[in-house]
């Protein structure tokens, strides 16, 4: 395609005008942050150290980014054909969530300017290390696998040289996720006796893991029905409920994990006391996990309306687990001092409502949906 | 081999001497409106050492006991294990110090560390973590941190800790006043600062629900994993990548043979 010149096209509608707003109030605010330090703009402090940004943007955002490894596996490593029309939009929304999650962490550090000491300074025994190395990797891996979408429209000379990269780029893109999805859950292991038992587990690794595995089918449900009302495209119904059956057996095994782990653990009764904690995960495994799965083996699985509210429920429930580990299931321990100020607020909606547009900005330029992904080129 | 420090609790007063001793030595700034001396004194960024005032109850009558706190200098530090950045080592005299060009202000050392000791310069441009460095540089030289030489009732002793935790044994087995527990034995795998109390420890604010494993033995037995993990998942990917691909090849080319 693309033989006839295109032009660069950006529909201003008023939603649009609106994102673009709240995205220039976040970035002043951003810009305030950087000049007079994370205590001007947030409510930590030295009890809650971590907050809404590294909760929501880094945490949730990194899982729900996700569904470009579940999805990368599933198209390009296993090949499974009939998933390669969504394997494109799929592995764009993960890129750009990356980038908003690289963004985040870069705006909760308190020395941005030395962001890349662990580069140098080897702090191989932390698990965060795992983590910085395997998200700043990835997102670098994401952007060069990009390249072969983007040389087909920007420095076409290119293309070929990025085709042929491509499959080992694409074994990297889903091992580093592997890693550091489980690692994310891991940063928690030394929460050992603050973070409350319902999500304390040595298992944590393994149900963050896990849960960004299934949340990716989830994400691409959500995700082809916004750009199917807002690009006037249907994904094939087919696809998705293949996908979300996918999503559903891992779900399935986290839900049994999560049995046997709460049983060895003696973890019942604080969940049934309730308490903030045992209801906050009630709602959180009814919302994103149970009414998921009924849905997805019912007939209402079957249809666009159920598929996406599967992948909705699923979403929500995803951010409630993050969170819960953040911050609900500190308060125990550390007391509740800590609420986002609207400022921590507006920046993350903010980074949202850019991510989104730049989303629709790349979609309507580029070749990103409807794609016949390893056709003969 | 590492120094420590054995407090006494039963011989404080709570005049806050070593408190005045650590901010003069450390450069850190008085506030009036965040005492390091009190009934409910807070660490932060100038406060490194505090000293809380507890009425508790002994033998059925109220007593005060006042309480010294800093940083315990962990003998396996979550707060060295969890930094990425090697910003906070552990030296073999036994203080666990923090070189702030090399952090980054992530503050997962403010959440790993199990006694909640370090704190963050909030109301900075460019903040950095603090906390008690052990008076690192008269520990190297052989002599007691800042707190402890000025103390006038001796609370605190400064030493080796396997002769420190020998005394501390001592002390409260020839003597009943005392708890039979020493703070700091086996607390998160043991520390350099230890305590011994007449009042139980979890009355006197001490978090006594620590676990004894050493916490980055958790991080350690999860990331042990990774090499291996990487390995043998990226072969498999490898693999999987070529397979299926040739298989799918295969699979197209009957296709087009058999309705010819
Ligand atoms: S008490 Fe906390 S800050 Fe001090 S050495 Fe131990 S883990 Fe580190
Ligand atoms: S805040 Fe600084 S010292 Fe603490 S873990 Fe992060 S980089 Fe290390």
Redesign the pocket.
């Known amino acids: 395609m693309s033989a006839h010149a295109q032009k660069w096209s950006f529909r201003i509608t008023p939603v649009r005008v609106l994102m673009i707003l709240i995205a220039a109030l976040a970035a002043a605010i951003v810009v305030y942050r950087l000049i007079f330090g994370l205590g001007a703009v947030s409510n930590l402090n030295d009890q809650w150290p971590w907050g809404l940004w590294i909760g929501f943007d880094v945490l949730c955002g990194v899982a729900l980014a996700g569904g470009g490894y579940g999805t990368a596996l599933i198209v390009h490593i296993l090949h499974i054909e009939k998933f390669s029309s969504i394997g494109r939009s799929a592995m764009l929304s993960s890129m750009l969530g990356y980038i908003l999650v690289l963004i985040g962490l870069f705006l909760d550090?308190?020395?941005w300017f030395n962001f890349w000491?662990?580069f140098v300074s080897w702090?191989y025994h932390?698990v965060?290390f795992e983590v910085f190395w395997c998200v700043s990797l990835y997102t670098t891996v994401q952007v060069i696998e990009f390249g072969e979408i983007a040389t087909e429209r920007v420095g076409k000379k290119w293309h070929s040289f990025f085709k042929k990269i491509l499959p080992v780029l694409l074994v990297i893109g889903v091992l580093l996720p592997t890693l550091h999805q489980s690692s994310l859950g891991g940063l928690y292991l030394t929460e050992v006796g603050k973070l409350h038992p319902i999500w304390w587990s040595p298992y944590i690794p393994v149900f963050f893991l896990m849960s960004s595995f299934f949340v990716g089918p989830a994400m691409v449900c959500v995700e082809t029905a916004l750009s199917g009302w807002a690009f006037k495209h249907k994904a094939d119904l087919k696809v998705l409920r293949g996908l979300a059956k996918i999503g559903a057996v891992i779900m399935l095994l986290y839900t049994i994990l999560k049995i046997v782990d709460f049983t060895s653990r003696d973890v019942w009764p604080y969940i049934f006391a309730g308490g903030l904690e045992g209801n906050m995960f009630l709602l959180e495994i009814t919302l994103g996990v149970l009414i998921p799965l009924i849905i997805v083996f019912s007939p209402f699985g079957k249809t666009r309306k159920g598929l996406v509210t599967y992948g909705a429920l699923t979403a929500i429930g995803l951010v409630i687990n993050r969170l819960n580990v953040v911050i609900t299931g500190m308060v125990n321990y550390y007391g509740p001092g800590y609420v986002p100020a609207w400022t921590e607020i507006v920046v993350t909606v903010g980074l949202v409502c850019g991510g989104i547009l730049v989303y629709c900005f790349i979609v309507e330029n580029f070749n990103i949906v409807q794609h016949d992904e390893e056709s003969p080129a | 081999m590492s120094k420590g420090v054995l407090v006494d609790l039963t011989k404080c007063v709570g005049c806050g001497s070593c408190t005045v001793a650590c901010k003069l030595w450390n450069k850190r700034e008085f506030d009036k409106d965040s005492p390091a001396v009190g009934l409910n004194p807070q660490l932060d960024d100038q406060n490194w050492t505090t000293v809380s005032f507890n009425e508790v109850q002994k033998d059925g009558q109220p007593v005060w006991r006042f309480v010294k706190q800093q940083c315990l200098h962990c003998e396996h530090p979550a707060?060295a294990s969890?930094?990425?950045?090697?910003?906070?080592q552990k030296t073999p005299e036994g203080p666990v110090i923090?070189y702030p060009h090399?952090?980054?202000?992530?503050?997962?050392?403010?959440l790993?560390c199990p006694f909640d000791i370090?704190k963050?310069e909030w109301d900075k441009s460019f903040p950095?973590?603090t906390k008690c460095q052990m008076c690192s540089t008269k520990v190297a030289e052989g002599q007691a941190p800042a707190c402890v030489s000025v103390c006038p009732t001796d609370v605190m002793t400064f030493g080796e800790r396997d002769e420190l935790l020998a005394l501390a044994k001592k002390t409260i087995d020839s003597d009943n006043r005392y708890v039979k527990h020493i703070y700091g034995e086996n607390e998160a795998g043991g520390t350099n600062w230890i305590y011994i109390s007449d009042i139980p420890f979890e009355e006197l604010g001490f978090r006594t629900d620590v676990t004894t494993r050493p916490i980055p033995e958790y991080s350690h037995d999860f990331l042990k994993y990774t090499p291996a993990v990487a390995i043998s998942w990226g072969a498999l990917l490898t693999g999987l990548y070529a397979y299926t691909k040739r298989r799918n090849k295969i699979a197209k080319e009957e296709n087009k043979d058999v309705p010819m």
């Open positions: 550090i308190g020395q000491r662990p702090g932390s965060l | 707060c969890a930094c990425f950045a090697k910003a906070f923090y090399l952090c980054v202000g992530c503050r997962y050392c403010m790993a370090p963050f950095l973590v």
